[in-house]
């Protein structure tokens, strides 16, 4: 049976899909490093780097690869920070829940948020790994907390 | 085969809609090109059919709404997702007949709402992006704390 794996990368939004037949974590390193520059795999929100033998439970298998060993990570709301470093490969989805609880922000009263890129509009799917927001140099990126919107009109 | 199905074939694919397929967020159910039938999954694991009119695509973006694939029109009203005032200005069931959602990524709504793209810059549909734009909002609206679940 063929294991689907999905693989992000540091500062760039882009996902490499490979399908396997049988996991080999040093040879894909390999291949990634070869393709995209030195760097360190991860599982998906872990903050350290996987071993070869890393066992994954059933299922498809969500990577990250990036010189950036940990991103320091910055989120602004209402007037507060709340700052934090974390491994490259760690979710939007997880962070946002972080920088919530970090910043007081009742999940029962508030109305939905998401985390919006400083000076920009972008907001990026929850799925989306922190890493690959962060351009390699800086290994840094800073967001706002911003409340979804109604539409109206 | 036109070029915009081509297209579509190619992304439908493509590795951003197949994450979400192995992360259980979406599914493709059917297609009958220039609409397509998707099962998106919402937090409390119902199952929510969004069918969508891609011509054009992508360089139009697709439009379209909810839909019971067993009748074949959009849901009753005890079918229809509820939640909060953010979740029911888009699911808005009086908006086209529910044909259509009401947010700037479909096609339908954003003609004539010439405010919306400064408005709302990140729901402005980018083709080089393509179809997980739409579902992934819709993805995200359903998976929001705004979700209620169904009235019936």
């Known amino acids: 049976m063929s294991i689907d794996i999905f693989i992000k990368r540091g500062g760039c939004l882009d996902?490499?899909?490979?399908?396997?037949?049988?996991?080999?974590?040093?040879?894909?390193?390999?291949?990634?490093?070869?393709?995209?520059?030195?760097?360190?795999?991860?599982?998906?929100?872990?903050?350290?780097?996987?071993?070869?033998?890393?066992?994954?439970?059933?299922g498809s298998i969500f990577l990250h690869h990036s010189c950036c060993k940990r991103i320091d990570l910055i989120v602004r709301y209402a007037g507060k920070t709340y700052e934090n470093r974390f491994g490259p490969s760690v979710t939007l989805k997880k962070i946002k829940r972080r920088a919530e609880k970090k910043l007081n922000i009742?999940?029962?009263?508030?109305?939905?948020?998401?985390?919006?890129?400083?000076?920009?509009?972008?907001?990026?799917?929850?799925?989306?790994?922190?890493?690959?927001?962060?351009?390699?140099?800086?290994?840094?990126?800073?967001?706002d907390l911003v409340p979804s919107d109604r539409i109206n009109g | 085969m036109t070029p915009d199905q081509a297209i579509w074939e190619r992304d439908i694919g493509a590795a951003s809609f197949l994450e979400g397929v192995a992360r259980n967020r979406w599914s493709i159910v059917?297609?009958?090109?220039?609409?397509?039938?998707?099962?998106?999954?919402?937090?409390d694991?119902?199952?929510?059919?969004?069918?969508?009119?891609?011509?054009?695509?992508?360089?139009?973006?697709?439009?379209?709404?909810?839909?019971d694939p067993e009748t074949e029109t959009v849901p009753a009203l005890n079918q229809w997702p509820t939640g909060d005032a953010v979740f029911v200005s888009v699911f808005n069931r009086g908006w086209?007949?529910?044909?259509?959602?009401?947010?700037?990524?479909?096609r339908v709504s954003l003609n004539g709402h010439h405010d919306w793209p400064a408005q709302y810059p990140h729901l402005m549909w980018q083709p080089d992006r393509g179809l997980v734009q739409y579902i992934g909002e819709v993805h995200r609206l359903l998976n929001a704390r705004g979700y209620h679940g169904i009235t019936g």
């Open chain 1, 15 to 58: 996902v490499v899909h490979r399908k396997v037949n049988k996991l080999d974590l040093k040879k894909l390193k390999q291949e990634l490093d070869t393709e995209f520059g030195p760097g360190e795999l991860f599982a998906e929100d872990q903050d350290d780097p996987v071993t070869h033998d890393h066992q994954f439970k059933p």
């Open chain 1, 106 to 143: 009742d999940p029962a009263d508030a109305v939905e948020l998401s985390l919006q890129i400083a000076d920009s509009s972008d907001r990026p799917d929850e799925a989306t790994h922190v890493g690959s927001l962060a351009n390699p140099p800086t290994c840094s990126v800073i967001f």
């Open chain 2, 30 to 43: 059917s297609l009958d090109w220039p609409f397509a039938l998707f099962g998106i999954t919402a937090r």
């Open chain 2, 45 to 67: 694991g119902r199952i929510f059919y969004l069918r969508l009119n891609f011509a054009g695509y992508p360089t139009a973006p697709p439009t379209g709404g909810l839909w």
């Open chain 2, 96 to 106: 086209q007949n529910g044909l259509a959602l009401y947010m700037p990524l479909d």
